[in-house]
């Protein structure tokens, strides 16, 4: 109180400046705001990211400034408004959007580049990293005591088939590197994702000619809509199937395995390889492309999601997988590391 019986500005009745900094010095309030700056809020920041690429709003936003109710009839969201406003101030606090008079626009540089067409690949590996990475990081001790595993019902297939194109500039590179451009060529492409190595492969060679598999029924329905959408539909089949008990009526140039072998378990790949090789024509070549382990954060922790997945495998070791393709009958077997400063090979072989 002042000598007239007014408290003085800022005061409060109850702390004083010297316990607010004798407080702030306290080792567990220093550690609260530790990890607040640098776990906490970066993990809000990437589910909010990824709920708002996924959900349309950062490409809508990307279009221009938009109010609650547009961002709403974008979102086909009916009534429930307020909840979604709370989102979206989520947005605001963790940085990612702003709001002036009533509407939001993109505010960071992630966000706006999360936005763009292009950069969709990238909104898809956050969103498998949030998605997918996360809980098994979370959960591995509970379903390990429990017995617990993930199955392929787990992910989806749509954000695994987007995120999967990181790595699209190095293994479209590889597939110019082994294309025979100057004469008709068969293409399998077995677990074919969105279907981009295909399109590639035709653009490369006009009388090219592709049969495009996938397991999941939804991801191999969107491969077939991309073929038509690309007007490549009437020289590629693109059909849900299974390597392990594809029936298929002739004999491949070329077979494509990208960025899944490890949906495969370690003991069959011997065998799911021999299955590859049977359907190529003599002479005719296999390139399989994937990560294999030794790399950085992300590919360990998906080698995590596999150990504790009740299909597939680990991620492979390079020397194993070339040895695996020697004992499924190829020859002239080569490994080659397609990205730099990363465990991600291009591995070829030969049904001679
Ligand atoms: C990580 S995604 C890669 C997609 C695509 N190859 C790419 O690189 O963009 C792996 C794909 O393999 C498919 N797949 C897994 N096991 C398969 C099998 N036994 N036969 C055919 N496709 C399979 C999955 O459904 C999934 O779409």
């Known amino acids: 109180m002042t000598p007239t019986g007014h408290r003085p500005r800022n005061a409060s009745p109850l702390t004083t400046a010297v316990t607010v900094a004798r407080l702030l010095r306290s080792p567990r309030i220093r550690l609260l705001l530790s990890l607040s700056g640098k776990l906490v809020t970066p993990v809000y920041r990437a589910a909010f990211l990824t709920a708002a690429a996924s959900s349309g709003v950062l490409r809508r936003l990307a279009e221009g400034p938009a109010d609650l109710r547009t961002l709403a009839l974008e979102l086909g969201v009916e009534g429930d408004t307020h909840r979604l406003r709370r989102w979206l101030d989520a947005g605001v606090k963790l940085g990612q959007l702003s709001s002036r008079s009533g509407r939001y626009a993109l505010r960071s540089r992630l966000a706006k580049q999360l936005a763009r067409v292009e950069n969709d690949a990238a909104a898809g590996a956050l969103e498998e990293v949030v998605r997918f990475h996360h809980p098994v990081l979370l959960d591995a001790p509970r379903m390990v005591r429990e017995g617990r595993s993930f199955s392929l019902g787990d992910q989806d297939g749509t954000v695994i088939a987007r995120s999967s194109l990181v790595v699209q500039p190095f293994i479209e590179e590889a597939v110019s590197r082994l294309l025979d451009r100057h004469r008709p060529v068969r293409l399998l492409e077995i677990g074919c994702g969105s279907g981009v190595y295909v399109r590639h492969a035709a653009t490369l ?11 999941q029924p939804e991801v191999a329905e969107q491969a077939a809509r991309n073929m038509d959408r690309w007007g ?10 299974d390597l392990r008990d594809l029936a298929v009526d002739e004999r491949y140039d070329l077979v494509t395995l990208h960025n899944n072998i490890y949906y495969f378990p370690e003991s069959d790949r011997v065998e799911v390889l021999a299955r590859a090789r049977e359907t190529l024509a003599p002479g005719g070549r296999l390139l399989l492309t994937t990560s294999c382990q030794g790399g950085g954060p992300s590919l360990e922790v998906l080698n995590l999601w596999f150990e504790f997945a009740d299909f ?5 070791v390079e020397d194993e ?3 695996q393709l020697r004992k499924a009958g190829f020859s002239d077997v080569e490994a080659h590391r397609i990205v730099p400063g990363e465990q991600f090979r291009a591995f070829v072989g030969t049904n001679s």
Do not use: E, K, M, S
């Open 312 to 316: 597939g495998g680990p991620l492979p």
């Open 321 to 323: 997988l070339v040895a």
């Open 232 to 241: 490549i539909g009437d020289r590629v089949t693109t059909r849900q199937g």
């Open 205 to 215: 060679n006009p009388r090219l000619t592709a049969l495009a598999v996938d397991l």
